[in-house]
C-alpha cells in the first residue's frame, strides 16, 4: 500500500506530499526542482507519465495522514534522510543489496540498475541514466540478465541513446547464454 504514495522523483514517501497538475503525488521539494527543468519550448514535462504539464500543486493533506498513519502502525520502516523531512523505506535487505551493487556485484548491480531504471523500489530514485550505467556495467562483467537488460535500454531508449541494432544484439546474445526470457521461442 506505501507504494502507491511514494513520490514519482526520488520513490520515497513523502511527508510534504503534493498533487501536482499531472495527477500524480511528489514530495514537493523534488517537484519543485522538476519544475525548473523545461523542455525546448520551456513546458514542464510530468516525471510520471512525461506529457506536459502546468505548475500548480496542492497539498495532498489526506495522502499526508494516510502515510503517517502506515509510519506509526510501524507498517514500513522509518529512516530520516539527511535534513530532509521525508521518509525513505528500504529494509535491511535491500540496505546489503545496494552495498554490493556499490562493491561491483554484477547480480546485485542488475537489480538496483532495474530498481533505478523502472522506479520499482521505495527509497531508490527514479533515475534512468544511473539505472542504464548499473545494468551496462553487471553486463560487462559478464550478467545475462544485465546485457538483456541493457538490450532493452538500448531499443527503447532508456538511459542511452536509441541504437536498435546493438540492442537486438545484445538480447539474442544474453537469450543463448540462457537467460530465456529474452528468447523468442
Known sequence: MAKRFACQICRKLPMKPVCAEDGFFYHEECIRRKFEEVDKNGVVI????RLPMGRGLIPAITIRSLIEKIV?????????????????????????????AEDGDPKSMTIL???????????????VKKGYKLIEEAAKLG???????????L??????????????????IAANKGASEYSTS
Not at 506509526?72 to 529494509?91: C, F, L, M, T
Not at 540498475?113 to 533515475?127: A, Q
Not at 531508449?157 to 540492442?167: C, M, N, Q, S, W
Open 46 to 49: 510530468s516525471p510520471a507519465n
Open 72 to 100: 506509526a502502525e510501524g507498517k514500513v520502516e522509518k529512516k530520516w534522510s539527511g535534513d530532509s523531512d521525508d521518509h525513505v523505506v528500504i529494509n535491511e535487505d535491500d540496505e546489503f543489496l545496494i552495498e554490493e
Open 143 to 153: 550478467n545475462n540478465h544485465a546485457l538483456g537488460y541493457k538490450g532493452f535500454c
Open 155 to 172: 531499443i527503447h531508449g532508456l538511459g542511452v541513446e536509441i541504437d536498435r541494432d546493438d540492442g537486438h544484439e545484445d538480447l539474442v
Open 113 to 127: 540498475g532495474r530498481w533505478c531504471l523502472f522506479g520499482e523500489k521505495l527509497g531508490v530514485e527514479h533515475n
